[in-house]
């Protein structure tokens, strides 16, 4: 049996130091020496060799595919919060600065392979195929979520912190009992999308016992964005959340989450280990919340500008635009199509967001169970009846 290692206190430079504290400013870093990073946030791709062997087929090509996702998503980010400011939308949920934790990740999945996303996994559902249109109902409140989660392989949004690691647990036990894994090309792998805050709750502890206890092939994917809300990591973890992995039993490793390659080499990685029965494994993609948390949220009320203007210079988009200009010659027109293609992205979001039906009042209890549900056909007759008793004659 292998010796124990000893304890290793967290790094200093991670922790706000006395004078920070009293400012109220937090001690922020660049994720520590452990960060896996191809990327670097001035755009100059760096070798790491435990990963650069998973993104050798990422030429100019698929790097500038990359780039077009990051964009495009971003782009029809920024529409729907504007939506939301103009009243369209009951509540938007941004994914500003995650793009590259989540395009990585959601590239990085193979047809058979399942998501659990929280509830800010816009860029996951864009590479699972959804339509972006899709995501609009459930902000509207008109809507749980209109696609299949089997077909397309990803699951509808959890508002409840941490309760998809429990479903995407169990989903990957499933996976393993049906003989899903190994090394054929067909094998399978289950990842699941969380908050640094979730970490926090019992949900993703159990979660986490039931994965490494069944060798579930499930990768925990998550997305260390600094803030549950207003409440900041060090109110979470006194050790950096990969390592928490350890404790279960299971390996963690801690990704540069604004380093698109990086998020792409690693969830390759980690998909894998868990395809050929090596699961599970705990990725912790660092990155930062760049927009509030909802648009119910006024984030200038907690946190310091400055904070926000460190991480802009870690912008996800940015550093692969100044790599394919600087290594690959891309020039001007490439990025000005892929401008236009997000400007008429966002005006077709626009025109269905505004053409939305209003659903039938009813419509909240269809599709509960698969199968007809006497005590649910009893709630919906009276709620029509209540429904009726407030229209007038003339209506
Ligand atoms: C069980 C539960 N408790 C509290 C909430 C309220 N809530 C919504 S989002 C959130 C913070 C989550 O933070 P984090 O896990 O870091 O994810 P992020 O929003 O930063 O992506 C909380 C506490 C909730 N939705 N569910
Ligand atoms: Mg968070």
Not at 186 to 197: K, L, P, Q, R, V
Not at 282 to 300: F, G, I, K, Q, W
């Amino acid at each position: 049996m292998s010796q124990p290692q000893a304890w290793v206190p967290v790094d200093p430079r991670s922790r706000p130091s006395r004078e920070q504290v009293l400012a109220g400013l937090r001690g922020t870093d660049a994720g520590g020496p452990e960060l896996v990073q191809l990327l670097t946030p001035e755009g100059q791709r760096v070798s790491d060799p435990r990963f650069d062997g998973f993104v050798d087929d990422v030429d100019a090509t698929a790097l500038k595919s990359l780039y077009r996702d990051m964009v495009l998503v971003r782009r029809f980010d920024r529409e729907a919060n504007a939506l939301q400011r103009q009243g369209q939308l009951g509540i938007w949920v941004p994914l500003l600065g995650q793009e590259a934790a989540q395009i990585g990740a959601g590239r990085a999945m193979r047809l058979g392979d399942m998501a659990f996303p929280s509830y800010r996994e816009h860029g996951i559902a864009w590479c699972r195929g959804i339509d972006p249109t899709e995501l609009l109902g459930i902000f509207r409140g008109t809507d749980h979520g209109s696609w299949d989660p089997l077909t397309t392989g990803f699951n509808l949004y959890t508002i409840v912190i941490g309760n998809q690691c429990l479903n995407a647990a169990g989903y990957a036990m499933g996976q393993r009992f049906e003989g899903k894994v190994g090394d054929s090309e067909s094998a399978e792998a289950t990842i699941c999308f969380f908050g640094d805050g979730a970490t926090s709750q019992g949900d993703v502890h159990e979660g986490f016992v039931w994965a490494a206890a069944y060798d579930a092939p499930v990768v925990f994917y998550c997305q260390n964005n600094q803030w549950a809300i207003s409440v900041p990591l060090e109110r979470q973890t006194r050790v950096p959340l990969y390592e928490r992995a350890r404790g279960y039993g299971f390996p963690g490793i801690r990704v540069d989450g604004n380093d698109v390659l990086a998020c792409l080499a690693v969830s390759r990685w980690a998909l894998e280990e868990c395809r050929t029965g090596n699961g599970p494994v705990l990725v912790e993609a660092y990155t930062y919340r760049m927009d509030a948390h909802t648009t119910s949220d006024d984030p200038t009320r907690y946190r310091l500008a400055d904070e926000l203007e460190l991480w802009k210079l870690k912008d996800p988009i940015e550093r692969v635009r100044v790599n394919l200009v600087r290594e690959h010659h891309v020039g001007g027109e490439f990025f000005d199509e892929v401008t236009a293609e997000g400007d008429e992205l966002a005006a077709r979001l626009r025109e269905f967001c505004l053409a939305m039906p209003e659903p039938a009042p009813d419509r909240i209890f269809s599709e509960v169970y698969a199968e007809p549900s006497p005590l649910l056909e009893a709630q919906r007759e009276e709620f029509l009846a209540h429904h009726t008793s407030f229209q007038t004659e003339e209506a």
